[in-house]
């Protein structure tokens, strides 16, 4: 696009997209972070701020809307997916982020995320998963590991935790990412590669509850040992970790993967490239699961990106477009009449 | 085609009558539906007067020839006005011996009872749990039994061509189709033309289904079995094009209407549930006037996916029955507290829970008058016949847009499948009411998302995408003006009250209620929705009688007309007639303070006119002045 023929534009700073309201997240909450980031991320689009949208549903995250000086709609427990598919299927132009939680999006409006996912309606879900319920004060959530005690769950949680990246690749998301809060960098960039993607993106982003939940993610962002315990995706790159980057997944004979430990002939080459543009969500899956194994590292940054799937809002404009290049524009009064019809005179 | 349709010369007895009332009745798989609406649209193109009243099990196909497995269809012909499906048949068609069980008590004496006399074995018989044959023990002697070998005849006519057992025993349907056209001596024609048209790429059941009609239509005249025809002459109806339509087709029509006369693009969000699916499948073939249908996951992203729309800038539906809006109830107070636009249009059928998902009642207007958590009212219409759900749909959207408000649309299992001859309206003559959404900054310092409409209280429209008006909207409690999250106490009643006075302010655009009959008197019926013909037939027949009766039948149910409470006062007694125990009753008691009376029929069907006869008899005496 050539710049020389358009008006001068002053470009967005981050200043424009913050707000006059008062943020009221606890001090210290991981979300401050994710709204700094978005802050940044949203002027570096291209997009004018009016075509911007920020839908959520409740919780702590969903008190976003309030803080982007956007149009802004904060809509009901678990329906924002819901609610965003709305817009989108009348204004496929306007850019929609939806801002949700883990009990949000897993609990109490699983069902719209897993449809919103499997249509591909051209959202950018941004999930604070924080594994517990804040607004209400301490409850485990769909995302809390089992045998958490909580406030509902004195003697321990019963219930096996979602892994959100697995249920999006299961509900065959097109784009799944994840980053954490404090990554302020690694997070910006996730952000960018999802806004840069056509269909559902999907970001969970590892947050911090330092009241309710103190080091949700403390063995994943303590600075000694992160290294150890992350895999850094990054597409066409060996899928390699470690504080000396000693440490690689290797394809087993069986399709399986494996760590293996570099050196004594193991080498980069030996080890899964990583490739997010697959078709299949079969791969995605496998190294979503990697965390639940022992022995494994937790994997952030891109792991699907398919591009290929038309966005369901196009879709539906298009059968509409085709109608009418078909049919001819609706005419009114031939519908009242159309039909048998007879006259009285 | 024309040799099909000849009307031989008549050897027998025509007798010209006023009106008829005919019902087909036999198993879910018979067709009885396909069968009583093409007898319909035949004679309401002929230019009868109609009102339908199609009445099917919840099962799509129950055992075959058992007792929950009958469907039926009844119409309601005349040469003058129709008000009802009617109370009583004239004509049965029974199929088998399950549909003549539990049809027959609704026939005339003497009336015309046509069996298909196949479908009369032991295995049959038991199936229907009768223990004789009532072909043969003498049950029926009070009527005109016309045993016909259905099954039989039609093989007969159709062996040539071929095709399967199955297919031929499926064309008996038509086969009484035609006998039918025969004793009520209409044409065949528009019938033809529709199986021409359904079967268009099987030439074979073109020809079988025809070949059936023909062959029904050819035993009356060859075997005189019938002795008497009859004629039933046109109605004088009011002059114009008129069709036939049912409520949930008006409905979708009144929506696309909506959105030419709005210039908005219709947005359906919804979820399948009975017997508001129609409405779905009507709309989503219009999509060459842009109207979007979408197929929720479920009624709350329904519901919510239409808010979403309407945020965005589109005239948005949703659309339901009883249990769907008890699943919409948040939403529904989201809708209230952005201050959105938005019609719900709610089907109403047999409660509670699942209930029967097939027939009528009327028991949701309290839970569309009340059914949200904390204060939040919503302006609520009713429509009182199938073709007014037109009227009820335009209006309900000019509403929600003018106030910036969720409207709620009440009509029923009754109106919805119902069908009625309804005046085509020139669409020139159809007021627009074009939308301007907001486009300046409002205030001082920015836009302000809640600042009013001094006369309507309706809060500016502006969707995104509109530069220098990005604001926040949600559920919280807000500041007037601002739009901006408030929880103190005095902004708290202040936006309750005017929430409250936005949809009380409605009644501007509320006509006084002018009683229909008598403008004071003896007894003023007051009711909503479905009931209207019903009531209009009663009151027509009593008034006859010397009664001095009004009827006041309100469209309006929030807010009430400004008028009611006087008008009612002029009367010395109020009736309430309703398919529920008393909720429109409720209201008026509490409104009103006014010892009204409720007359309450809880059995998943209309009122019949000799019930509203029979209470409005024993409430002014038997004997008339």
């Known amino acids: 696009m050539s710049t020389a023929t358009l008006p001068p534009i002053t470009p967005l700073t981050k200043k424009d997209f913050q707000t006059d309201q008062e943020v009221r997240w606890c001090p210290g909450c991981g979300d401050y972070a994710i709204l700094s980031a978005v802050q940044s991320v949203f002027p570096e689009l291209g997009i004018k701020r009016e075509n911007f949208v920020v839908v959520s549903g409740i919780g702590c995250s969903s008190r976003f809307p309030y803080y982007m000086n956007t149009f802004g709609f904060h809509t009901i427990h678990g329906r924002a997916p819901a609610v965003a598919t709305g817009i989108k299927a009348i204004r496929p132009d306007l850019e929609v982020w939806v801002a949700t939680g883990d009990g949000d999006a897993l609990s109490i409006g699983g069902n719209h995320t897993i449809h919103m996912l499997r249509r591909n309606v051209g959202l950018k879900v941004l999930l604070f998963n924080n594994r517990i319920y804040g607004l209400t004060k301490g409850q485990y959530s769909p995302t809390s590991e089992l045998g958490k005690k909580a406030k509902s769950t004195p003697f321990g949680s019963l219930d096996r935790p979602f892994n959100p990246i697995s249920l999006a690749i299961g509900a065959e998301a097109t784009f799944v990412a994840r980053s954490v809060d404090v990554f302020q960098s690694h997070l910006k960039e996730t952000l960018k590669h999802a806004a840069a993607h056509k269909g559902s993106a999907f970001v969970e982003i590892l947050q911090n509850c330092n009241i309710f939940n103190d080091g949700a993610w403390f063995s994943l962002t303590e600075r000694d040992a992160r290294s150890e315990h992350i895999i850094q995706l990054e597409h066409g790159k060996p899928l390699v970790y470690g504080k000396n980057r000693d440490k690689g997944i290797r394809r087993k004979p069986d399709g399986d993967i494996e760590v293996v430990q570099l050196g004594n002939g193991i080498s980069e080459s030996d080890l899964v490239i990583h490739d997010a543009h697959h078709p299949l969500p079969l791969y995605a899956f496998l190294l979503s699961h990697m965390e639940t194994r022992p022995g494994f590292p937790t994997p952030i940054g891109v792991l699907r990106d398919w591009n290929d799937l038309p966005r369901y809002e196009d879709v539906m404009n298009q059968q509409i477009a085709d109608v009418i290049a078909k049919r001819g524009a609706g005419d009114l009064a031939k519908l009242l009449r159309a039909g048998d019809t007879w006259e009285v005179k | 085609m024309s040799t099909l349709i000849e009307t031989p010369p008549v050897k027998h007895k025509r007798e010209v009558i006023d009106r008829a009332v005919i019902r087909f009745a036999g198993d879910s798989g018979d067709g009885m539906q396909i069968t009583g609406s093409q007898f319909t649209n035949t004679v309401a193109l002929y230019g009868n007067d109609i009102a339908t009243f199609p009445d099917f099990p919840a099962e799509i196909r129950a055992p075959a020839g058992t007792l929950p497995g009958v469907s039926g269809y009844q119409l309601h012909f005349s040469s003058s006005d129709v008000y009802t499906p009617g109370d009583s048949v004239d004509v049965l068609i029974a199929m088998n011996p399950a549909a003549l069980k539990m049809n027959l008590a609704d026939l005339k004496p003497n009336g015309i009872l046509i069996v298909n006399s196949d479908a009369f074995t032991e295995n049959d018989l038991r199936k229907a749990q009768t223990k004789t044959n009532p072909l043969e023990d003498h049950s029926l002697d009070k009527y005109r039994l016309f045993s016909v ?407 309006y149910l929030n807010p009430l007309p400004a008028n009611l409470g006087d008008v009612i006062r002029r009367y010395k007694t109020v009736l309430v007639p309703e398919l529920n125990m008393g909720q429109l009753l409720w209201v008026l008691r509490a409104k009103y303070l006014v010892d009204a009376i409720g007359l309450n029929k809880i059995q998943g069907r209309p009122f019949k006119q000799a019930e509203l006869e029979q209470k409005i008899e024993e409430l002014l005496g038997e004997n008339s002045q």
């Open chain 2, 149 to 555: 070998e259905l099954e039989r005849l039609t093989k007969v006519a159709l062996e040539h061509l071929g095709i399967d057992a199955k297919s031929i025993s499926r064309c008996k349907n038509f086969f009484a189709l035609g006998m039918c056209y025969w004793l009520y001596n209409r044409s065949m024609e528009p019938t033809v033309r529709w199986i021409d048209a359904k079967f268009k790429n099987k030439p074979l059941l073109v020809e079988a289904n025809k070949l059936a009609m023909k062959a029904g239509y050819s035993y009356c005249e060859a075997t005189e079995a019938f002795q008497i025809s009859y004629e039933i002459p046109p109605a004088q109806l009011a002059p114009g094009f008129y069709r036939n339509l049912s409520g949930n087709q008006a409905l979708a029509l009144g929506f696309v209407t909506a959105s030419q006369k709005s210039g908005l693009r219709l947005f359906q969000g919804s979820y399948p549930i009975t017997p508001a699916s129609d409405i779905l499948h009507e709309l989503s073939q219009y999509k060459d006037f842009g109207v979007m249908t979408f197929q929720a996951e479920d009624e709350i992203a329904a519901i919510t996916s239409a808010i979403g729309a309407a945020y965005a800038g589109a005239l948005a539906i949703t659309t339901t029955s009883g249990p769907g809006m008890a699943l919409k109830t948040e939403a529904l107070g989201l809708a209230v507290a952005v201050e959105i636009p938005l019609v719900i249009c709610d089907i109403q059928r047999g409660g509670p829970s699942t209930g029967l998902p097939t027939k009528t009642e009327q028991a949701d207007l309290l839970q569309a008058l009340f059914g949200r958590n904390s204060e939040a009212p919503i302006p609520i219409i009713a429509a009182a016949t199938p073709s007014d759900c037109f009227w009820a749909a335009l209006e309900a959207s000019r509403i929600a847009i003018k106030y910036m408000v969720p409207v709620i649309v009440l009509s029923d299992g009754y109106l919805a499948n119902g069908a009625e001859p309804w005046k085509i309206p020139n669409v020139d003559e159809i007021p627009a009411f074009p939308v301007k959404f907001a486009t300046e900054i409002n205030g001082p310092n920015g836009y302000l998302p809640y600042k009013r409409d001094p006369q309507t209280l309706a809060r500016p429209w502006a969707v995104p995408g509109t530069p220098g008006l990005e604001h926040r909207v949600g559920g919280l409690e807000k500041q007037d003006v601002t739009g901006n999250i408030n929880y103190e106490p005095l902004n708290h009643e202040n936006m309750v009250r005017i929430r409250a006075a936005k949809v009380a302010s409605i009644v501007q655009e509320i006509p006084d209620v002018v009683p229909a009959g008598d403008a004071e008197g003896d007894l003023l019926i007051v009711a909503w929705g479905s009931t209207h013909g019903a009531i209009t037939a009663a009151l027509k027949s009593q008034r006859a009688q010397g009664r001095k009766i009004g009827h006041v039948h309100l469209r």
